[in-house]
């Protein structure tokens, strides 16, 4: 689908949907490919339990799914390590944490990581008007 090319019978995305989905639902374009699923890309739920994530593990990114907070939530609770060579930032849609080691706690569960690039939020999470 061509959303800004005009002409008879097509839709324009831009009138519909003004600006972009929080987690990048479209087909391509560079939030999309940064939430690709695979072996860059972590997963975790309320429940999987404590985690440890490390530089050999390859994963860069780890997706928060349904854990009910918000991404400026998930970055107070991130405490990074005294020998951390950077401090996790809120970006847009994400809180970059290249180049630092550390814990986030999520209730019970604790993830520590060292080698992430970013942590993002999915599920309902995503969308805090929901109110599930």
Known sequence: MNDTAPG???????????????????????VNHRLRSGNETLIWHPGDG???I??????RTLRLEDTDRTL????????????SAGKPRLLLGEISVAGVRGTV?????????AGLHRIVIGGYSAYPARGG
Request: hydrophobic share 35%.
């Open 8 to 30: 008879h019978g097509r839709w324009d995305l831009d009138y519909l949907m003004p600006e972009m989905p929080a987690q990048g639902r479209w087909r391509g374009g560079p």
């Open 50 to 52: 404590s985690r440890v």
């Open 54 to 59: 490390t530089l050999q593990d390859g994963v």
């Open 72 to 83: 400026e939530q998930v970055l107070a609770a991130i405490r990074p390590e005294p020998n």
């Open 105 to 113: 706690a999520l209730g019970e569960e604790q993830i520590r990581f």
